[in-house]
């Protein structure tokens, strides 16, 4: 798997870096970066298992995302290349109407975005740099149909930009995850349902999962 789960210490993560998501949830475009955290409890290989979902809660949405592991401590100016050394793909699961009840309350968005299991990501690769990462797709399969497909290309905010601005209001080092925002395309997700991520029309790693609640 390239790593442990164990090793990992922070789990950030990007809402809205993606014009037609943001759209599509009728959300406004944020003018800077707007982060929030899952707890590593919620992170979980996606390897062909199983993953259980919070029964009697309402809706759990999927969210496809490119992912990306740092390596070592954040200098001001390092290069990107000694930063980051592993990227995967993986799915930021959204209890959504318990979400849309939070954000109407004005609560932070812990309990729908936190849960167990609510960051399965597949085994990572060698970061092999941002331009060959763009000259292809990222997306997702569900039951063997397209249902995302994105490209870095189209963030609101590139990677340096997210790593740079987590860095200085948060701290960013070895072991910390950074999910980079969805593209369009988000949806329910159903008992039973199969997901596969992929990457320039390759599965990545077994990148499956089977849904059960």
Not at 118 to 127: D, E, G, K
Not at 129 to 152: S, T, V, Y
Not at 185 to 213: F, M
């Amino acid at each position: 798997m390239n790593g442990s789960l164990s090793d990992i210490r922070n789990i950030y993560c990007v809402g809205r870096n993606y014009v037609l998501h943001a759209a599509e949830l009728g959300n406004a475009v944020p003018g800077e970066p707007m982060f929030f955290s899952k707890p590593t409890h919620a992170l979980a290989w996606l390897n062909g298992g199983d993953i259980r979902l919070p029964a009697g809660r309402g809706e759990v949405h999927f969210e496809t995302e490119l992912v990306i592991r740092i390596g070592r401590q954040y200098e001001s100016g390092i290069a990107l290349d000694e930063l980051v050394d592993g990227v995967a793909l993986g799915l930021d699961l959204t209890l959504r109407d318990v979400q849309s009840e939070l954000k109407k309350n004005g609560y932070p968005w812990l309990a729908a975005k936190g849960f167990l299991g609510s960051a399965p990501v597949t085994a990572f690769r060698p970061f092999p740099g941002l331009a060959p990462l763009a000259a292809a797709d990222f997306g997702l399969l569900r039951n063997g149909k397209e249902a995302q497909r994105g490209n870095i290309r189209d963030m609101v905010f590139d990677i340096p930009t997210l790593i740079g601005y987590c860095a200085e209001r948060f701290g960013i080092g070895p072991g910390d995850l950074l999910f980079t925002g969805t593209p369009a395309g988000v949806g329910p997700v159903s008992e039973g349902d199969l997901l596969q991520l992929y990457y320039a029309d390759e599965v990545w790693g077994e990148g499956v999962v089977r849904l059960v609640r």
